[in-house]
């Protein structure tokens, strides 16, 4: 089959092959700048816009991708090459794929190589909605004590360069300064990551920010800028060249960057907006006046059990999460973690079937043609686990409540912070912590407990003598006797109880 370069020109010819954008993409204005273009984005928030650009009415809420890191230029100069334009692949649970051209992204810059150019799109008046997706550890706080970290060699970067910024905290002053002295009104800042009150969290570190930067900025922040609290869910594994390489094969799309997901998504927003929004709710989002409980119960279901299955199943040698679900005695486990520790610490949810909710996680991590991979999952994990694991511990502890099952996945994840699976194979670790991760867990060999002296991680979780001891006990098993004999043996341990 010919195959067509993905770019404008190109789209009605691949409007034969799968759908392409229905609407005039020249007549769309940026009315959101979004910064952070990987996937999950490009899965999530530019699909949900792009179904709402089909209505002429919504022309004014295209959005403007930034590059905001180096390592983003890849996806900026792919954005550039195809007009912003990329595939949207949907694996669907039979194995069919669903493909459709996205338009959504109208422009794009590339951070590093034009700030000022970021600073004065931030601060256009015609925008009014600046999103997020800057992964857990963007946002810059110290997981124990949740202050702002001043000694990130980049904020001070950000402190001392103004007019040059690395940070998105850098940018959002610049721009808001900028908003200011123009006498234009503020805007929503949208925070689409993975945190328990997202928008609370990318409020308070920009305030910390701008307290240091600009201090006479801070009132007009909080008299003009909203920060909505979100719960945002769509499983988006990294693209593979075989999935580039099969679109070009039968599509006859040339594609440098599509994006690969899974049929379902989810989209819950705090209604509160400060300058409009589109109105996403007409296509599949759930506006709400209060996020807390299903952030929540994402985080501590959904994002808790792929790090349960990611670390239990990077020690057995799996690679994908699908493979790790697909191991009876860690899917036993993974449900029972769920059922007898997180459960009866996430409150009230009101309206949510959670039963059902759990079960459907089952499914969807055991999307056979997903193949998200387990590296993904386990990558800086020193950010993730305080946000999905630890808060259950925590609420476990204060209700002198089980957490014999997270003590053991938090021993696994140091036994796999050495390096090496159970089949003696190396396990890739990236992690910007990894170097003290690394010396901990080498430590840990001779004292388990020397690995959750991470302070950044842990806190002071150390004190508790009932964790130490639960992980303690796990960490020594789980060396002498391999991760899955453990697993079915504490399984059977919890199962014998409840019956
Ligand atoms: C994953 C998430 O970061 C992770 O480890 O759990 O990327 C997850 O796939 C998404 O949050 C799904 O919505």
């Known amino acids: 089959m010919e195959s067509y370069k993905l770019n404008s020109g190109n789209l009605s010819k691949i409007a034969d092959r799968v759908a ?48 905001l890191l180096d390592y983003d230029q890849k996806i900026y100069n792919t954005l550039k090459n195809q007009d912003g334009l990329y595939t949207l692949i949907v694996k669907e649970l039979d194995g069919t794929l669903t493909k459709n051209v996205i338009g959504s992204i109208v422009e794009y810059l590339f951070a590093p190589e034009n700030p000022s150019a970021v600073i004065e799109k931030m601060a256009n008046e015609e925008v009014k909605i600046i999103s997020l997706t800057i992964t857990e550890g963007g946002y810059n706080y110290n997981e124990t004590t949740g202050a702002f970290n001043f000694e990130n060699p980049l904020i001070q970067h950000d402190l001392n360069n103004p007019n040059a910024p690395k940070t998105i905290f850098g940018y959002l002053t610049q721009a808001f300064k900028l908003r200011k002295e123009r006498g234009l009104l503020g805007c929503t800042v949208q925070s689409c ?53 099969h679109l070009k094969e039968t599509s006859g799309i040339d594609d440098a960057w599509p994006v690969v997901c899974e049929p379902f998504n989810q989209w819950v927003i705090e209604d509160n907006f400060m300058a409009g929004r589109p109105a996403w709710e007409n296509v599949g989002a759930q506006f709400v006046s209060d996020v807390v409980p299903y952030e929540k119960m994402k985080l501590s279901l959904l994002n808790a059990g792929h790090s349960v299955l990611g670390i239990l199943g990077a020690l057995n040698g799996y690679s994908t999460i699908d493979e790790a679900v697909g191991d009876k005695a860690i899917r036993t486990f993974l ?16 309206g949510v079937d959670l039963k059902r909710y759990k079960q459907s996680l089952i499914e969807r991590f055991g999307n056979v043609y997903i193949k998200d991979q387990i590296d993904r999952i386990c990558s800086e994990s020193s950010a993730k686990l305080p946000i999905f694991i630890l808060p259950t511990v925590y609420a476990q502890l204060k209700e002198k409540g089980s ?22 194979n190396s396990l890739v670790i990236k992690d910007v912590l990894s170097d003290v991760l690394r010396e901990k867990a080498i430590k840990a060999k001779n004292e388990p407990k020397q690995f959750l002296t991470v302070e950044a991680v842990f806190g002071n979780l150390q004190n508790s003598a009932t964790f130490v001891e639960g992980y303690s006990k796990s960490y020594r098993d789980i060396l002498k006797y391999g991760v899955v004999k453990c697993v079915v043996e504490l399984n059977s341990e919890i199962l014998d109880k409840t019956v």
């Open 403 to 424: 957490i014999k099952l997270a003590a053991f996945v938090i021993a696994a994840w140091a036994i796999y912070s050495l390096g090496l699976d159970e089949k003696g």
């Open 335 to 350: 449900k029972l973690y769920m059922d007898c520790e997180v459960t009866p610490v996430l409150g009230d949810l009101e």
């Open 193 to 245: 990551d993975n945190v328990q009150g997202n928008g609370h969290v990318a409020e308070k570190m920009l305030l910390s920010y701008v307290k240091a930067a600009e201090p006479e900025l801070v009132s007009w922040i909080e008299a003009n800028v909203s920060f909505p609290n979100s719960m945002v869910d769509r499983i988006t594994p990294a693209t593979s060249p075989t999935d580039i390489a």
């Open 20 to 67: 392409v954008p229905a609407y005039d993409r020249t007549d769309v204005r940026a009315g959101i700048v979004h910064v952070g273009i990987g996937g999950f984005h490009r899965a999530h928030q530019a699909y949900y816009t792009d179904q709402l650009l089909h209505d002429s009415a919504n022309k004014d809420w295209g959005i403007c991708g930034i590059a």
